[in-house]
């Protein structure tokens, strides 16, 4: 029997600072519903999608920093989504910012969930590749302190739902290789990826003309090299002063992008995914169990780069003493 995933791209234009949850839990339902009227059984939302980008500005007052967090989920403010989701049997990816509490310590982390038709959390995920900076950089148009405000994930786990095999990562994710292949080596049918991302990147200017084509490199990149359906949602638009690229598109196993949005506001794109697309390439080309050559690639999980070991101690070069 085939495996189709009808799927909504939920893309959204900017959350001002001061719009609340419930106005933008409105928002997603409003996309929800136009989603569950064109047949769509799953939506993707972006990253942190129930707020403004704050990790563009430095925080000092923590109480201010911790209203950006969620500790339940669903919390009074985002149970409405869930109940919508049960009522119309439409899942989703929802991005958001985490407060945990785990052995009596406060965590943060940048996550994202899976939901399933019947409105239930079916997986969840913790941001790996945190971008930015942890301390305060006035010389900045604006700040990307990620690496302040949260901790980063330990790892990329596969679920199954929707007839298949998800993955979830988060914005900064995308744009690793190893990302795609830890849920590749896994079986990952398709990998949901929201994201927030400036056209303007400070500490390298020359690179926003390409902020939009480096978004469909890597996700295209990521889809074929694994044989996998890729979802890229933006939150995109000005947003407090900030202008972030839209490009949200669904990918194919093949690569090739088969819907994508054309604003950088609330916006639906779908797309009829039929994962067993995916066996075309994961039985060929990208056979890893016949073509992988993991002993060649020791390094890659023993070396963080050139100069550190994945503990953060100097790689030893010929010549050193030992
Ligand atoms: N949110 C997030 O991860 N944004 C980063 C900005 C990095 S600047 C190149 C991103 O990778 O899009």
Redesign the pocket.
């Known amino acids: 029997m085939a495996r189709f995933v009808n799927v909504a791209i939920g893309q959204l234009g900017p959350i001002a600072r001061s719009e609340t949850r419930a106005q933008v839990v409105q928002r997603l339902g409003a996309l929800m519903r136009q989603a569950h009227q064109m047949g769509c059984d799953l939506i993707v939302y972006p990253?942190l999608a129930l707020t403004t980008?704050f990790?563009r500005w430095y925080i000092e007052d923590p109480n201010e920093l911790d209203a950006y967090f969620e500790r339940d989920m669903p919390g009074p403010e985002t149970a409405p989504l869930f109940e919508l989701a049960r009522t119309l049997g439409v899942g989703f990816y929802l991005g958001y910012a985490e407060l945990a509490v785990e052995a009596g310590q406060t965590h943060r982390y940048n996550t994202s969930i899976l939901v399933d038709r019947t409105g239930t959390i079916v997986g969840k995920y913790r941001?790996v590749?945190?971008?930015?900076h942890a301390e305060h950089e006035p010389w900045r148009t604006f700040q990307?302190l990620?690496k302040r405000y949260f901790e980063a994930g330990k790892d990329f786990p596969v679920f199954q739902a929707f007839g298949g095999v998800f993955g979830m990562a988060?914005?900064?994710d995308?744009?690793w290789t190893e990302t795609y292949r830890e849920m590749g080596v896994q079986g990952v049918e398709m990998i949901l990826i929201g994201?927030?991302?400036?056209v303007h990147?400070p500490p390298?200017p020359e690179?926003d003309d390409l902020?939009l084509f480096h978004n469909q490199l890597v996700l295209q990149a990521g889809a074929y090299q694994n044989g996998t359906w890729v979802v890229g949602v933006a939150k995109g638009g000005i947003e407090e002063g900030v202008d972030q690229i839209g490009g949200s598109c669904i990918v194919a196993p093949s690569g090739e992008i088969v819907a994508a949005c054309t604003t950088k506001g609330d916006e639906l794109a779908l797309a009829r995914c039929d994962l067993d697309l995916c066996n075309s390439f994961k039985d060929t080309t990208f056979n890893f169990d016949v073509h992988r050559q993991p002993d060649a690639y020791r390094r890659l999980a023993e070396r963080r780069g050139p100069r550190l070991m994945a503990d953060g101690t100097p790689v030893k070069q010929a010549g050193d003493a030992t």
Request: glycine share 4%; net charge positive; hydrophobic share 15%.
């Open positions: 990253e980008f990790p941001k590749h945190l971008p930015g990307h990620e988060i914005c900064n995308r744009r994201y927030n991302t400036p990147n390298a690179h902020s």
